[in-house]
T-cell receptor, first 114, second 115 residues
Framework: ETGVTQTPRHLVMGMTNKKSLKCEQH?????MYWYKQSAKKPLELMFV???????ENNSVPSRFSPECPNSSHLFLHLHTLQPEDSALYLC?????????????FGQGTRLTVV | GENVEQHPSTLSVQEGDSAVIKCTYS??????FPWYKQELGKGPQLIID?????GEKKDQRIAVTLNKTAKHFSLHITETQPEDSAVYFC??????????????FGTGTQLKVEL
């Protein structure tokens, strides 16, 4: 295991539901990330947090709302999603945002919006 | 921003043969290029990386080459084994507008090693 744990592993939700994805890292890292992985597309960076402060919001729709209460935990709150939001959502962490620091990924949450 | 292109999208090789995956990038300022392997049901894991002050790096059966002038880098796997079957992603690191850096990924290559 990489030291980055995501829950749940699978999630099916309706378009009117509200749900949250959780990520926890046990590596003592200061930076955490949310990525979206869709079929036949590059991994898309959604949000970057460094020391619990958001430093990047990659033009993500407001129906995705991140939260970083401390450097070990990262949440992605979901509401009124669309079917095209179905994808694998990956959390990652790195020591910090400096150059050449390795990113460690969790196993992802497979999200299906019905 | 950075744009990373990766080819091929799928690659089938016989066990024991070599596999080569190629990537190009657009931002000449990028200086760190990791490769990730993603097995079914798992998140991507770093397998090798290269920095712009190095032209080649090798780790057992895996090697990566970098041509900064042409802005392309490649992953080479020799003596392939069935457990090498996975999706491989290249990436290039670029600077964030707010400070720090981020990875831009290629679209991935599905490698299948056949017995």
């Amino acid at each position: 295991e990489t030291g980055v744990t995501q829950t749940p592993r699978h999630l099916v939700m309706g378009m009117t539901n509200k749900k949250s994805l959780k990520c926890e890292q046990h590596l003592g890292h200061n930076a955490m990330y949310w990525y979206k992985q869709s079929a036949k597309k590059p991994l898309e960076l959604m949000f970057v947090y460094s020391l619990e402060e958001r430093v990047e919001n990659n033009s993500v729709p407001s129906r995705f709302s991140p939260e970083c209460p401390n450097s070990s935990h990262l949440f992605l709150h979901l509401h009124t999603l669309q079917p095209e939001d179905s994808a694998l959502y990956l959390c990652a962490s790195s020591q910090d945002l400096r150059e050449n620091t390795e990113a460690f990924f969790g196993q992802g949450t497979r999200l299906t919006v019905v | 921003g950075e744009n990373v292109e990766q080819h091929p999208s799928t690659l089938s090789v016989q066990e024991g043969d070599s596999a080569v995956i190629k990537c190009t990038y657009s931002d000449s300022a990028s200086n760190y290029f990791p490769w990730y392997k993603q097995e079914l049901g798992k998140g991507p894991q770093l397998i090798i990386d290269i920095r712009s002050n190095v032209g080649e790096k090798k780790d057992q059966r895996i090697a990566v080459t970098l041509n900064k002038t042409a802005k392309h880098f490649s992953l080479h796997i020799t003596e392939t084994q069935p457990e090498d079957s996975a999706v491989y992603f290249c990436a290039a690191r670029e600077e964030l507008t707010g400070g720090g850096n981020k990875l831009t990924f290629g679209t991935g290559t599905q490698l299948k090693v056949e017995l």
